[in-house]
Every structure is written in structure tokens, then in C-alpha cells.
């Protein structure tokens, strides 16, 4: 079984952000980077099934050159070899123009199975994995906790709201997006490490893929911190009632319980 996972390098999630001098984005000037956590449960799960079935893990990246920190870790910890798809801006591409050149790279690979994580920490859309799925013209899974193969097909379950649960089986090939947290992430190795510098990876720009992006379909105007506000609520009634109003509050609104 050939398998492709599709991963992304963002920010790590412990660095201090700072908004550009432009408005528009970030400031990159000091900020360190990691791979992107969903992405990181998609190429384990990508790794397991390897391991259970045999076949090849390949890694697929859309980025700048500090990307290949990030490709290599992949590597690390047990892809077989990687595709760089190599451009300065692409990581802040809009989820169509960035499917269409993960597209471009895929066709020639005739993939059996297509893994991606649900979303990117960074711009969250969740859209480029069923995006390229209908660019490649494949059935999908979204939100996937589980994968099973069968012959010729996958199945998968799926998480729902409410604590609800969806089973679906799938033709082969496929595509699937990755929820965080499917299974326990590895390590990478000191000997996957070493043997990450002896294994390929294939760098190629958007235009030998000749990937058409045409005009961007989000338009991202400014990025800006959220502003902090204060706000003191009373609540009238007995202690028990105001008390049972106040965990509501902390529940659904705030979302600490």
C-alpha cells in the first residue's frame, strides 16, 4: 500500500506572536517552527498501517526551505521519502490554490491511500484535504478516529457532534482528514534519525508542476490580537440556583469545565 501524508510546518505553539508591520500576517522574524499537530497523527497513522500492511510511507510538504527541518523529522520517524513542493509564500496560500499544487505533485504518485490532518494551526480553514480530494477526484472521510482496511476498501469511523459516531467503508483509493489525538505519537530514533539523511526527497517548484492556481478564493485583510475585556455578571436567586447558572456560564461560554 502506497500511502501519501500530507503535512505543513507553522509556527510553533509555544512562540510569541507578534503582528507584522503590515497588518496582514504575523511577524516570522523570530518565531520557531514545528509540524503541524494534525498533520503529526496522520503520518502516525500513516506509519501503523505501514507497519501492519507493508508498502511505503511518502511524505508531501508545501513550503519554504525551512520547511525541510520538518520534512526530515518525518523522515525520522519512519516515512520512506518525501516530496518538497518548494515556494516562499506557499505556506499562507488559501486552501484551494494550496490543493491544486498538492494536487499537481499527487497525480503522478497513483497513491492508494491519501492521509492529511483536519486542519493547520495556523490559518485552521480544514478545507485542503477535501478540497484535494475532489480535485483528485477520490472518495473521502472527514474527522477520522479509526481506520481498518479490508480488500479493495478502508473503513473508517468518524467523529460527530454530541459524542455521535459514524462507521463508513470506502473504496480504494482514498482520501482521508485526520483527527488529533487517533493515537499516541513516536518519537523519532537516533537510527531514524541518521537514516533520514540518506533518504530521498524530491524538490520540486509550483511551476514545474505546472499547477494552475488561478485568483485566490480568501482574501486575508488584516490579523489583529483579540481584545480583552472585562465583565462582571450578577445573578439573582437562592446560592444553589445561582450557582447552577454560574457552571452553565463556565461550561459553555467559557469553556474551562
Known sequence: MKIV????????????LRIASTGGWIDEADLTYEINEPDAYALEEGLQLKEKHGGEVVVLCAGPA????TIREALAKGADRAIHIEGETLGALDPLAGARRLAAALKPESADLILTGLQSDDLGYGQTGVILAELLGLPHATI???VETAPQAIRVKRELEDGWFQHVELPLPALLTIQSGINKLRYATLMGIKKARTKEIRRVTPEEL??????PSILLERVYLPERTKRTQLWEGNPREAAAQLVEKLKFEARVL
Open 66 to 69: 525551512r520547511a525541510a527541518q
Open 5 to 16: 501524508v500530507a503535512i505543513k510546518q507553522v509556527p510553533a505553539r509555544d512562540s510569541q
Open 210 to 215: 505546472g499547477a494552475e492556481t488561478g485568483a
Open 144 to 146: 477520522v478516529m479509526r
